[in-house]
């Protein structure tokens, strides 16, 4: 059994804030590279941010850096994304990702497209609307 299962959407008006979690079971998390994908009605899904399985390496979207923040919890086996100044345009649904572990060189280069991942969430949803 290797599942995981997002948390923390809602609706939030334009400038607040949500703290995503992605919590796993049957598998040991910070065996896996994880990544966190959204994807709007009509639009491609896109990766979000992503992080390495030691935590030592991060990697965010554009259209996110500096409002949105990447964490791992290994006791709780569980990878938060918290996520400030929301804008209308981060209304999408969410889904975590996991992968096992990379190397170094391959991880950066890969971990925001969506086809590299093994195992999905169910997503959540959030809504960014005034």
């Known amino acids: 059994q290797l599942q995981l299962v997002e948390s923390g959407g809602g609706l939030v008006q334009p400038g607040g804030s949500l703290r995503l979690s992605c919590a796993a079971s049957?598998?040991?998390?910070?065996?896996?590279?994880i990544g966190w994908f959204r994807q709007a009605p009509g639009k491609e899904r896109e990766g979000v941010s992503c992080i390495r399985a030691s935590g030592g390496s991060t990697k965010y979207a554009d259209s996110v850096m500096g409002r949105f923040t990447i964490s791992r919890d290994n006791a709780k086996n569980t990878v938060y994304l918290q996520m400030n100044s929301l804008k209308v345009e981060d209304t999408a649904d969410y889904y975590c990702?996991?992968?096992?572990?990379?190397?170094?060189?391959?991880?950066?280069?890969?971990?925001?497209?969506?086809?590299?991942?093994?195992?999905w969430g169910q997503g959540t949803q959030v809504t960014v609307s005034s």
């Open positions: 990702a996991a992968d096992p572990r990379r190397s170094s060189v391959a991880f950066r280069p890969m971990c925001l497209i969506p086809g590299t991942y093994d195992y």
């Open positions: 049957g598998f040991t998390l910070d065996d896996y590279d």
